[in-house]
């Protein structure tokens, strides 16, 4: 009987290519792996431990993909002002400063969480009271700040949601980011957008063209060099009264190019998010409810269904159903209220907020819960500080110092 053949011995090729890879550097496999996708970057610790290591290793993060540290949300203080947290499940041995105890906080300086993009966060504050908005984009991981001068046109501290603030940033394209003021009045809608550029140093203001009636929410998301908002358009019926249309408002990074991709309907709860390579939407969804045989007549008044939609292509606007579930069977809604919060961008798991219901002026501490799609599996991932308010943005580090290099901050 012939002797069993060793591994080596019947893929000849395997061996040569063996001993090409251990001819590799460590900088040389870490250029590779920046090249590739987290989740590749993940299988590759199973390799060797000398793999695993290196890329594990603090002073590899800087060109290695990041994945989902945690959502950041804010509370609160009695004392005034804003404290800002990191809900981090998946940031152990991260060093981020969330707090943003780095930036220069004063007596009027209280830095409210504006946006968040691939790292990048947009802050804004009042230097005192009554004067113009001022914004901050910063990076917890590097704590590095610049300092964004004022825009070209006023905003004081009364503008409440007649501002739409956003950050657009992408590593992959470009080292520099971009953030998006939009105006709107209550009788028209969607007027304008004055946009910073970090390469210029300097504000542009665009007007928006043909979107009246058209009121953005504050949840967007970077596709295709263009950054994508969701807005709700008011338009008459065959009734002739008023319908809402939910819709994405798409604009590049200089305003000029502007475009609408519709939405599929909700009821309200809408969040955007870019997840396993494809745009992904969550809404509450009006119909169809899905009634199981312990329902009855009073159970399906509090029924929510939470519908997540993929779209499976852009240039058609084809949305498909991915994915639904009963919010009323996973939470009693008779004792908390919730809030949706995002996508894990590698994983078919959605975060949302779960929180007791007011009694008064105070309110039970809050829970930041997972939702596994695949599994139909509700987790509790952390239970969040006390007087914590949303919005609440899925974070996922940035250990580059390159957008923010020649920042005029530390």
Not at 53 to 59: F, N, R, S, T, Y
């Amino acid at each position: 009987m012939e002797e069993e053949k060793s591994a080596d011995e019947l893929s000849p090729d395997r061996s040569l290519v063996a001993a090409a890879v251990s001819r590799l550097t460590d900088d040389l496999i870490v250029e590779i792996l920046s090249r590739l996708p987290f989740r590749s970057v993940c299988r590759f610790k199973c390799v060797s431990k000398p793999w695993r290591d290196l890329i594990a290793h603090p002073a590899h993060r800087k060109k290695l993909p990041q994945t989902l540290a945690g959502v950041l949300y804010t509370t609160i203080p009695d004392a005034g002002g804003f404290r800002h947290h990191l809900a981090g499940a998946y940031a152990e041995g991260l060093d981020l400063d969330t707090s943003l105890t780095f930036l220069p906080h004063t007596e009027y300086r209280y830095f409210g969480l504006e946006h968040a993009c691939n790292g990048l966060l947009l802050c804004s504050y009042y230097p005192d009271a009554g004067s113009q908005v001022r914004f901050v984009v910063c990076n917890p991981a590097t704590r590095r700040w610049a300092e964004l001068p004022p825009g070209p046109q006023p905003r004081p501290n009364t503008c409440g949601f007649h501002c739409q603030f956003h950050l657009a940033f992408d590593p992959a394209v470009s080292s520099h980011f971009h953030v998006f003021d939009f105006e709107r009045t209550d009788d028209v809608g969607l007027t304008g957008v004055s946009i910073y550029s970090s390469r210029t140093g300097a504000w542009t203001r665009r007007d928006t063209g043909l979107l009246d009636n058209v009121v953005l929410e504050h949840h967007s998301v970077l596709l295709h060099g263009m950054l994508h908002v969701v807005g709700n358009r008011r338009r008459t019926n065959s009734n002739n009264t008023w319908e809402d249309t939910t819709v994405l408002v798409a604009v590049d990074m200089e305003g000029k190019v502007w475009k609408t991709i519709s939405m599929p309907r909700g009821q309200f709860y809408y969040r955007v998010g870019w997840s396993q390579g494809c745009l992904h939407y969550a809404t509450i969804s009006p119909v169809p409810l899905t009634a199981s045989n312990d329902d009855d007549e009073d159970s399906l008044k509090m029924a929510e269904e939470v519908a997540i939609w993929r779209l499976e292509d852009y240039d058609t606007q084809q949305w498909a159903l991915k994915h639904s579930f009963r919010i009323d069977e996973v939470l009693n809604l008779a004792e908390v209220e919730y809030q949706l919060v995002g996508f894990h961008p590698d994983r078919d798991i959605f975060f949302f907020v779960s929180m007791g219901l007011f009694d008064g002026d105070a309110r039970d501490a809050a829970s930041l819960l997972s939702w596994d799609m695949r599994r139909h599996q509700l987790s509790s991932v952390l239970d969040l500080e006390k007087c914590s308010v949303g919005p609440y943005r899925p974070y996922v580090p940035l250990f580059s110092s390159e957008p923010l290099a020649d920042a005029d901050g530390h």
